[in-house]
Each structure stands twice: as structure tokens, then as C-alpha cells.
């Protein structure tokens, strides 16, 4: 039954993210439309006279009929983009596709209407576009390959799928045409009782909206209160219009609009005093909440994500902040949402967005739309209340419960650091960070589909316990959300771009270079087979002391394998000697941990006591530098055993290999530097031609 469950819950996440695309152009629509709509009406240029010149009222009007020709055809736009983002490959015929039936689609029912029933009207609007885009996709990835008999062999392969996806259109025009009027009139019923409901209606929104983005399902609830009548059905100059989000624009293009906009808006107004003010003022808490010594480096994530909220509207840098290690927490910042749009409807703020509740959209569809139309000083006024209330509920709620979020402790990032260093880079930084993201994943056979939305990367795994989390916050994430079997992580801006450089390192693994190939490919660059060969490597113990197993280490990282195999000394003194002979490739900066590479590719990874991470380098002297050729009689470094006892902290000196499955062999109970232990290791072999 979990399975189950997770399998839907993945199927909505995909529709989620399918979305985004469409949605995506939103926000340019809404801005060309907004200055177009809000700097023609008479009412602004009579405020504004400087307004009233032909050549600019020209080009206002021009943006205005632009940002209106998107929200006219938003219908086909859904269509195609979802057919779009549902794709698995060649997703430019899924497009044309998703167009093509669409139309088909509308001209079915308007055909069936001229026939049987002229005096009727269907529009099924956006849940329409939904249907046909899903239907597509669904062809598209099943029969894009069909191979047709030989006479017919140009119509197949991709050429199959708008064919195939016109015909399906005829039939599931014909089925809505029977089964969309009843449904229309359930709708509309279903609008008017949640607009009976009034702001305890709003309140359910809010609060159902906010929990359900916790992971990423949000996409699938609003655009049906934007774009269908469960958001309202209103008339505007002479049109019958359904949806909040479609009724706002309608009006907002009508120059003969005159009072408040659409109740409609209370499906957006609650929005702005949450992501311009609460959230905010969580990130300040957050901030203040950290230790002293920790701000400068940790608190810009707080900072920088109250300011993208406040700003934009894009919450998912903040909230991830508090999701992860607090999920109750997250749970009543949504009631606390739910409560900004109770509040903003019993207040009669009547602002609409076009895609999120930022400062952006606030000025656009709210101060220069006017007052009278909008309430926008509402907003200030809820506004630093929801600040302050904010504030004091996360800071209470951090101190009292001790929440963990990032910053309250430092970790040790030597898996993650073990992994981005590993093996030499392109000097492409895309490439080499995809690469990473891929080690990170698991690896390419660990991996199914990965995808994005406008913040998150969205990879559908084999096996999610294998991610090391550590990378993706060196690449910037706030956190990773486990759905299913798979994950969501969030790289704001980013993901998108990572998600494209990763499908096509994925597509074209032929085509990596030779130094990325060895390690993560069966082919270097000339299509040549790479095999494990067992080879015996002599490592020298690093220290005197007693031999231990990695599984005898009290660190889940370490006695798990995670970083690969080896071997760990505990240590009788504080001298550290290299156990191979190479090159340092990297020193930490806390300097807990060596990286040294060998003339034939192995990485050792000279590792000095546990969680020693946190003495932030007091116990550790260093005797060489990043680029030093070392033999194993070099001195590497120093360190006070007793004050990493003193810390309470375990002093096992680990010699971890990093690039390899490798298995400690056996070795004496008692071991003096420069002992040899031998390590059965598997290396790659590249054959040559």
C-alpha cells in the first residue's frame, strides 16, 4: 500500500512540475499586461498627465494586447506544455502534438454544438487542456517508437504521435461535450458554496495551499480556483469569464472597470502579507537565532532567502530552511497562512498576482491599480503585524524546541567534500557540478528520470538512501526533500539549468570527457571498455597505534563504506606520516582531513579523529601544502591527542580510499608507522585498441 501511495504521490509531483512550464510565462504576461492595463485607463492618466502621449500610450497598449493574448489562449498553452513537460524524450514533437490536438479538441465540441445544441456554450477551460496535454504525453511516450508497415513507414516513429493524438482529441472532444455540461453546472454550484463559506473558505485554501507546496503538490490545486469556476463566474465587457485568475485579468484589461476587483482575488490577496512580511521576519528570527560565531557564515542563507521572498514571492529558500528539521514548524507557518488570507478577505484586499505574492507583483496589480480598486494599504497594516507575529512564534519555537535548523551546529562535510574532489575536473563548472550531483545520486544506474520546477531538482531514484545530501548543500541547497523513492532538491535558479546539463550528460555519456568517463562510465570518450581488476596496494599505517576495521568505527559514515574503504589506527601518539607516496590534492580547512592522489589514481583520504570537524583545526598542526609530493615517510601533521580527548571526542587516525570498492585485508593487531598493510583494491583498467 506505501508503494502505492508513493507512486501517486511521484505521479502528482511530475504533474506538479509539468505545470511550471506553462506557468513560467505568467509572470511576463502579467507584467505586460499589468503596465499596459494600469497605464491606459483613463482614471491614471487623468492622475498622471504626463501619461496622456501618443507614442507611449502606443506601446503601452501594444504590451497591453501582448500580456492579454497570453491569458486569451492559456487553454493551448497548458496543453502544450504539458505534453511538453510529461515527455520523456523528443519533447518538441510532444509540443506540436499537445497544439495539434487541442485544437482538434476545441473544434470537436464546437462542431458537435453547431450540430446539436447552438444555443449552448462549453468552455472547459484549463481542466480541458489538462486532459488533452496528459493524454499526449501518455501516447507520446508509449508509441513515439511504433514502427508501421512498410507502405506506411513515414507516419511512424515520432510522425505517429500528433496523428494518433488528433484522433484521441475527436473522442475525448465528444466525451466532454456530454459530460461537460453537467460538470460545469457542479462547478459552478462548488464555486458558489466556497464562496458561502467566505473567509473561512479562504482560510481552508490558504492553509490546503501552503501544506501541500511543502511538497510540491500545489500545483495541482490552484490552477483549478485560478482557471476554473470553483474561482467564480463573472460577467466583464459583455463576456462570461471563469476563474479568479482569468476574472482579475478581465477586469484589469477592461478600461471600463470601475470599483473593487473580483471577490476572486481572495485566491491570491492573502499571499502578500505572508511572503512579504511573515516570511521575512521568520528569516530575521532564524538569523538572530543562530550563534554569534556562525552568522557571518551561514546567516546570509537566511538573509538572502527573506529577501527573494519579499521581493518575488519564492518562498522555497526560506522554507526549506525549517521543513526538513522541523515539520511541525512547517505546519503552523501554513496555519499561519491560512489565517493571512482569513485576515486579507475580512479586510477586502483585492489584489490579484499572475504568479506569486512578492513585492513585484504588490506594486503592480496593487499600488498602481489604485486604491479604490485594490485596498492596498490594507497590506502595510496586516503586513507588520504578520512580521512581528512571525518573528516572535519562530523564535520562541527554535529556542523552546531547540530546532536544528542550518547553522545551529556545524558538520562534518568530508563525504561530501570526498565526492566533489574526486578525480580531476573539465573546467567546465556546469559539467563538473552536474557530475557531482550525479556521484551524489548514486550514480547514473541509480538514477530514472530527473526533471526541475522553478526551484527544485527533481530526480525519481532506484534507491534514495544512497544520496549524500552533504553535496547538494555545497552546491548551495537549503535542504532535500525525500518523496517516494526519489528526491527534491532545492537549488532555486539553478535547478532548471542543472536538471537540462544532467539529462544530456545522461543522454550522451559517449560524449564525456576522458577524465569524467573512468570514473562514472563503462566507455571513455573513443567508445573503449573500462574492467575491474583486483590488484593488491600497499598502504603504510599513518600512525603508531592499534589496527582497527572501518566497522569497528563508531561513525555510521565511516563503518558503512560511504566514503569508501580502508582501514583505521588508534593512535598512541600524535605524529601522522603519509601512507602513500603522491600528491596532496587537498588540505580542509579546518585541517581535520588530507587528500592525497597517487601516481596510478588512487585517492587517500588521510581522515584525523571523529567530528573533529568542530575544533575547527586548534588540535592540528600541519607540516605540508595543497600541491606537495608526499612518499610515505613524509610528515603530514601534528596533532594533541589529549585535546580531542578533552572534547570528547574519538582520535582514530582513518586512511580511507575515496574512488574505489576496496576491502581491508588483514593485518597485525599492532601497527608502527610505516607498517604496510595490504589492501585488495579494485582499480579501472582503460583498454587501449
Same mark, same amino acid.
Given at each position: 500500500?506505501?508503494?502505492?501511495?508513493?507512486?501517486?504521490?511521484?505521479?502528482?509531483? @511530475?504533474?506538479?512540475?509539468?505545470? &511550471?512550464?506553462?506557468?513560467?510565462?505568467?509572470?511576463?504576461?502579467?507584467?505586460?499586461?499589468?503596465?499596459? /492595463?494600469?497605464?491606459?485607463?483613463?482614471?491614471?492618466?487623468?492622475?498622471?498627465?504626463?501619461?496622456?502621449?501618443?507614442?507611449?500610450?502606443?506601446?503601452?497598449?501594444?504590451?497591453?494586447?501582448?500580456?492579454?493574448?497570453?491569458?486569451?489562449?492559456?487553454?493551448?498553452?497548458?496543453?502544450?506544455?504539458?505534453?511538453?513537460?510529461?515527455?520523456?524524450?523528443?519533447?518538441?514533437?510532444?509540443?506540436?502534438?499537445?497544439?495539434?490536438?487541442?485544437? %482538434?479538441?476545441?473544434?470537436?465540441?464546437?462542431?458537435?454544438?453547431?450540430?446539436?445544441?447552438?444555443?449552448?456554450?462549453?468552455?472547459?477551460?484549463?481542466?480541458?487542456?489538462?486532459? =488533452?496535454?496528459?493524454?499526449?504525453?501518455?501516447?507520446?511516450?508509449?508509441?513515439?517508437? *511504433?514502427?508501421?508497415?512498410?507502405?506506411?513507414?513515414? $507516419?511512424?516513429?515520432?510522425?505517429?504521435?500528433?496523428?494518433?493524438?488528433?484522433?484521441?482529441?475527436?473522442?475525448?472532444?465528444?466525451?466532454?461535450?456530454?459530460?461537460?455540461?453537467?460538470?460545469?453546472?457542479?462547478?459552478?454550484?462548488?464555486?458558489?458554496?466556497?464562496?458561502?463559506?467566505?473567509?473561512?473558505?479562504?482560510?481552508?485554501?490558504?492553509?490546503?495551499?501552503?501544506?501541500?507546496?511543502?511538497?510540491?503538490?500545489?500545483?495541482?490545486?490552484?490552477?483549478?480556483?485560478?482557471? *476554473?469556476?470553483?474561482?467564480?463566474?463573472?460577467?466583464?465587457?459583455?463576456?462570461?469569464?471563469?476563474?479568479?485568475?482569468?476574472?482579475?485579468?478581465?477586469?484589469?484589461?477592461?478600461?471600463?472597470?470601475?470599483?473593487?476587483?473580483?471577490?476572486?482575488?481572495? $485566491?491570491?490577496?492573502?499571499?502578500? +502579507?505572508?511572503?512579504?512580511?511573515?516570511?521575512?521576519?521568520?528569516?530575521?528570527? &532564524?538569523?538572530?537565532?543562530?550563534?554569534?560565531?556562525?552568522?557571518?557564515?551561514?546567516?546570509?542563507?537566511?538573509?538572502?532567502?527573506?529577501?527573494?521572498?519579499?521581493? *518575488?514571492?519564492?518562498?522555497?529558500?526560506?522554507?526549506?530552511?525549517?521543513?526538513?528539521?522541523?515539520?511541525?514548524?512547517?505546519?503552523?507557518?501554513?496555519?499561519?497562512?491560512?489565517?493571512?488570507?482569513?485576515?486579507?478577505?475580512?479586510?477586502?484586499?483585492?489584489?490579484?498576482?499572475?504568479?506569486?505574492?512578492?513585492?513585484?507583483?504588490?506594486?503592480?496589480?496593487?499600488?498602481?491599480?489604485?486604491?479604490?480598486?485594490?485596498?492596498?494599504?490594507?497590506?502595510?497594516?496586516?503586513?507588520?503585524?504578520?512580521?512581528?507575529?512571525?518573528?516572535?512564534?519562530?523564535?520562541?519555537?527554535?529556542?523552546?524546541?531547540?530546532?536544528?535548523?542550518?547553522?545551529?551546529?556545524?558538520?562534518?562535510?568530508?563525504? +561530501?567534500?570526498?565526492?566533489?574532489?574526486?578525480?580531476?575536473?573539465?573546467?567546465?563548472?556546469?559539467?563538473?557540478?552536474?557530475? !557531482?550531483?550525479?556521484?551524489?545520486?548514486?550514480?547514473?544506474?541509480?538514477?530514472?528520470?530527473?526533471?526541475?520546477?522553478?526551484?527544485?531538482?527533481?530526480?525519481?531514484?532506484?534507491?534514495?538512501?544512497?544520496?549524500?545530501?552533504?553535496?547538494?548543500?555545497?552546491?548551495?541547497?537549503?535542504?532535500?526533500?525525500?518523496?517516494?523513492?526519489?528526491?527534491?532538491?532545492?537549488?532555486?535558479?539553478?535547478?532548471?539549468?542543472?536538471?537540462?546539463? =544532467?539529462?544530456?550528460?545522461?543522454?550522451?555519456?559517449?560524449? @564525456?570527457?576522458?577524465?569524467?568517463?573512468?570514473?562514472?562510465?563503462?566507455?571513455?570518450?573513443?567508445?573503449?571498455?573500462?574492467?575491474?581488476? +583486483?590488484?593488491?596496494?600497499?598502504?603504510?599505517?599513518?600512525?603508531?597505534?592499534?589496527?582497527?576495521?572501518?566497522?569497528?568505527?563508531? !561513525?555510521?559514515?565511516?563503518?558503512?563504506?560511504?566514503?569508501?574503504?580502508?582501514?583505521?589506527?588508534?593512535?598512541?601518539?600524535?605524529?601522522?606520516?603519509?601512507?602513500?607516496?603522491?600528491?596532496? &590534492?587537498?588540505?580542509?580547512?579546518?585541517?581535520?582531513?588530507?587528500?592525497?592522489?597517487?601516481?596510478?589514481?588512487?585517492?587517500?583520504?588521510?581522515?584525523?579523529?571523529?567530528?573533529?570537524?568542530?575544533?575547527? /583545526?586548534?588540535?592540528?598542526?600541519?607540516?605540508?601544502?595543497?600541491? !606537495?609530493?608526499?612518499?610515505?615517510?613524509?610528515?603530514?601533521?601534528? %596533532?594533541?591527542?589529549?585535546?580531542?580527548?578533552?572534547?570528547?571526542?574519538?582520535?582514530?587516525?582513518? *586512511?580511507?580510499?575515496?574512488?574505489?570498492?576496496?576491502?581491508?585485508?588483514?593485518?597485525?593487531?599492532?601497527?608502527?608507522?610505516?607498517?604496510?598493510?595490504? %589492501?585488495?583494491?579494485?582499480?579501472?583498467?582503460?583498454?587501449?585498441?
Amino acid at each position: 500500500m506505501s508503494k502505492r501511495f508513493s507512486k501517486i504521490g511521484q505521479s502528482f509531483s @511530475q504533474l506538479g512540475q509539468a505545470f &511550471m512550464l506553462p506557468i513560467a510565462i505568467l509572470p511576463v504576461a502579467g507584467l505586460l499586461l499589468g503596465l499596459g /492595463g494600469a497605464l491606459t485607463n483613463d482614471a491614471a492618466v487623468r492622475a498622471y498627465p504626463w501619461l496622456n502621449q501618443m507614442w507611449l500610450q502606443t506601446i503601452l497598449k501594444v504590451m497591453n494586447f501582448a500580456g492579454n493574448a497570453v491569458f486569451s489562449n492559456l487553454a493551448l498553452i497548458f496543453s502544450i506544455g504539458l505534453a511538453v513537460g510529461l515527455a520523456k524524450g523528443d519533447k518538441g514533437t510532444a509540443g506540436l502534438a499537445g497544439g495539434v490536438a487541442y485544437l %482538434v479538441y476545441t473544434a470537436t465540441i464546437s462542431g458537435l454544438l453547431q450540430l446539436f445544441d447552438p444555443k449552448n456554450n462549453i468552455d472547459t477551460g484549463v481542466l480541458g487542456a489538462i486532459v =488533452i496535454g496528459s493524454v499526449v504525453a501518455y501516447l507520446h511516450n508509449h508509441y513515439r517508437k *511504433t514502427q508501421l508497415p512498410q507502405f506506411l513507414g513515414f $507516419f511512424g516513429g515520432s510522425r505517429f504521435i500528433p496523428i494518433i493524438s488528433s484522433l484521441a482529441a475527436i473522442v475525448i472532444g465528444a466525451i466532454f461535450f456530454v459530460i461537460w455540461p453537467p460538470i460545469q453546472g457542479w462547478l459552478t454550484s462548488a464555486g458558489y458554496a466556497i464562496a458561502k463559506m467566505g473567509s473561512f473558505g479562504s482560510f481552508l485554501y490558504g492553509f490546503l495551499l501552503r501544506l501541500t507546496g511543502a511538497v510540491g503538490l500545489h500545483h495541482t490545486i490552484y490552477p483549478m480556483f485560478w482557471y *476554473t469556476a470553483l474561482g467564480g463566474t463573472a460577467e466583464v465587457a459583455g463576456k462570461t469569464v471563469v476563474g479568479a485568475q482569468n476574472i482579475f485579468f478581465a477586469q484589469l484589461a477592461d478600461p471600463n472597470h470601475h470599483g473593487l476587483f473580483t471577490y476572486g482575488t481572495r $485566491f491570491f490577496a492573502g499571499r502578500f +502579507a505572508t511572503m512579504m512580511f511573515g516570511l521575512p521576519g521568520a528569516a530575521l528570527a &532564524m538569523y538572530l537565532c543562530l550563534p554569534k560565531k556562525n552568522r557571518k557564515t551561514d546567516g546570509g542563507l537566511y538573509l538572502s532567502g527573506g529577501l527573494t521572498s519579499f521581493l *518575488t514571492g519564492i518562498t522555497e529558500p526560506i522554507e526549506y530552511t525549517f521543513l526538513f528539521v522541523a515539520p511541525w514548524l512547517y505546519v503552523i507557518h501554513a496555519f499561519l497562512d491560512g489565517c493571512s488570507f482569513y485576515v486579507a478577505d475580512i479586510m477586502n484586499i483585492r489584489i490579484g498576482n499572475s504568479f506569486s505574492g512578492g513585492l513585484i507583483d504588490y506594486l503592480l496589480f496593487g499600488v498602481l491599480q489604485g486604491r479604490d480598486k485594490t485596498n492596498w494599504p490594507n497590506v502595510l497594516i496586516m503586513g507588520v503585524i504578520w512580521f512581528f507575529l512571525y518573528f516572535f512564534v519562530f523564535t520562541f519555537c527554535i529556542k523552546k524546541f531547540h530546532v536544528n535548523i542550518p547553522g545551529m551546529q556545524e558538520t562534518d562535510d568530508s563525504t +561530501a567534500d570526498a565526492i566533489m574532489n574526486n578525480g580531476p575536473k573539465t573546467g567546465d563548472k556546469l559539467y563538473d557540478e552536474s557530475m !557531482d550531483i550525479i556521484t551524489a545520486l548514486g550514480g547514473m544506474n541509480n538514477i530514472q528520470t530527473v526533471s526541475a520546477c522553478a526551484t527544485r531538482l527533481r530526480v525519481a531514484l532506484k534507491d534514495n538512501s544512497k544520496v549524500n545530501e552533504g553535496v547538494f548543500k555545497k552546491l548551495g541547497a537549503p535542504g532535500v526533500l525525500k518523496v517516494g523513492s526519489g528526491i527534491q532538491a532545492i537549488l532555486g535558479g539553478k535547478a532548471d539549468i542543472y536538471s537540462q546539463e =544532467i539529462n544530456d550528460i545522461m543522454a550522451h555519456p559517449d560524449q @564525456q570527457p576522458a577524465a569524467q568517463s573512468v570514473t562514472t562510465t563503462n566507455k571513455t570518450e573513443s567508445g573503449t571498455n573500462t574492467k575491474h581488476v +583486483a590488484k593488491t596496494v600497499d598502504l603504510a599505517s599513518p600512525v603508531n597505534g592499534k589496527f582497527a576495521n572501518l566497522s569497528e568505527v563508531n !561513525d555510521d559514515v565511516f563503518s558503512q563504506k560511504m566514503m569508501g574503504e580502508g582501514f583505521g589506527v588508534q593512535p598512541a601518539d600524535g605524529e601522522i606520516y603519509s601512507p602513500v607516496s603522491g600528491t596532496v &590534492m587537498s588540505i580542509f580547512k579546518t585541517k581535520h582531513a588530507i587528500g592525497i592522489k597517487t601516481q596510478d589514481g588512487l585517492e587517500v583520504m588521510l581522515h584525523m579523529g571523529l567530528d573533529t570537524v568542530e575544533l575547527k /583545526g586548534k588540535t592540528f598542526t600541519i607540516h605540508v601544502k595543497e600541491g !606537495d609530493k608526499v612518499a610515505v615517510d613524509t610528515h603530514l601533521a601534528t %596533532v594533541d591527542l589529549d585535546q580531542i580527548r578533552d572534547a570528547g571526542k574519538d582520535p582514530v587516525i582513518l *586512511t580511507l580510499i575515496t574512488n574505489t570498492n576496496d576491502y581491508v585485508d588483514k593485518a597485525s593487531d599492532l601497527v608502527q608507522s610505516g607498517d604496510q598493510i595490504k %589492501v585488495h583494491a579494485k582499480v579501472f583498467e582503460v583498454l587501449t585498441k
